[in-house]
């Protein structure tokens, strides 16, 4: 028996900074009550008749994570503790969110009467060892910094850092395109079983492989590309990339900026090249986007949280679809 929901399959992406909101304490309590807000949704697109997979970014936790290590590393040697390269660090991240998310959802379900439960699933991505991301970071972790603070981390621990705004820096890693997630078999059949499942957390565990099987590396895999090549490799209908906008815009900040609603490949991949979408914002969730149309899919969604349900229903966000007849609608606000 199938599990898959009346609507369709769809994959819901959110952002770590979902559970980390720019300017909060990144407690473990906060970040439980954003979960639980979340879950909400969730259970509403379960009870709409969604079968659901959500995937999620890492990069407040993960830089946390990290900072606690180096925090202590003075005395680890003293007290026997291994070292923390980047790549458990992502392992870790994934685990701790995935059961905040996991028993989040179970909760709500369960709240509305529904049978499906959450399961999480420890997920690999797999990256081509060569790949020249390696030698250029450009994935942001971590919280903010002030420029007397990064300065001091290049100088002392050889960070590479970025300025995010005004006098606002975060610490910068390698962020290799990811080819296949391994486990994409195992996450189809918890689908078609029913299962709410939770993958692909911060992008999934980077490992290469050789003759001798996989191996991890140190990098950060982006979170939407990792999303668009799941929803492909395991076939479903619908992508959700969520942002902190409603719905994509041309020209942003700008007198003529428009909203885009409807829109084509051939229409996007022309907005890309014209760098409408720079690869530090908006520019990753496009391509992703393309990839997983590209790839097969049915309809890719690029929206907020708040107007998800709605976006579902083709009446918000941007709406990338596998072919269109006219040119793409320009949404109405």
Not at 35 to 44: D, Y
Request: aromatic residues 4%; charged residues 20%.
């Amino acid at each position: 028996m199938s599990g898959r929901g009346e609507r369709g399959t769809v994959l819901v992406a959110i952002g770590g900074n979902a559970l980390v909101l720019d300017g909060e304490p990144g407690s473990v309590e906060r970040q439980m009550e954003r979960a639980a807000q979340f879950a909400q949704t969730v259970a509403e697109l379960v009870a709409d008749g969604w079968s659901v997979v959500v995937t999620h970014g890492n990069g407040p936790q993960v830089g946390f994570i990290l900072r606690r290590g180096e925090l202590v590393a003075p005395d680890a040697t003293v007290e026997g503790l291994p070292g923390l390269p980047l790549w458990l660090a992502v392992a870790d991240s994934q685990g701790g969110i995935g059961h905040m998310l996991a028993v989040s959802i179970d909760t709500a379900l369960a709240a509305r009467g529904l049978g499906q439960r959450a399961v999480a699933v420890l997920t690999h991505a797999e990256v081509d060892g060569d790949d020249p991301a390696f030698h250029q970071p450009t994935k942001p972790i971590g919280g903010q910094m002030t420029a007397e603070t990064a300065r001091r981390r290049v100088a002392e621990e050889g960070w590479a850092v970025t300025e995010t705004g005004p006098g606002q820096y975060r610490r910068v890693v390698a962020s290799p395109i990811p080819h296949t997630i391994v486990e994409s078999g195992a996450i189809k059949g918890l689908v078609d079983s029913g299962s709410i499942v939770i993958a692909a957390g911060g992008g999934g565990i980077p490992v290469v492989r050789d003759e001798r099987g996989w191996h991890p590396v140190d990098a950060v895999i982006d979170k939407d590309r990792a999303s668009a090549l799941l929803a492909g490799q395991i076939e479903l209908d619908t992508l959700v990339l969520v942002t902190g906008v409603d719905q994509v815009f041309v020209d942003f900040n700008t007198p003529q900026a428009r909203p885009l609603g409807e829109v084509g490949v051939e229409e996007l991949r022309r907005h890309l090249a014209e760098g409408q979408f720079p690869a530090g914002s908006m520019g990753p969730k496009i391509q992703s986007a393309i990839d997983f149309i590209e790839s097969g899919g049915q309809r890719a969604v690029i929206t907020s949280l708040g107007r998800l349900r709605e976006a579902l229903a083709g009446t918000a966000g941007t709406q990338l679809v596998a072919s269109t007849g006219a040119e793409p609608a320009i949404a109405q606000t």
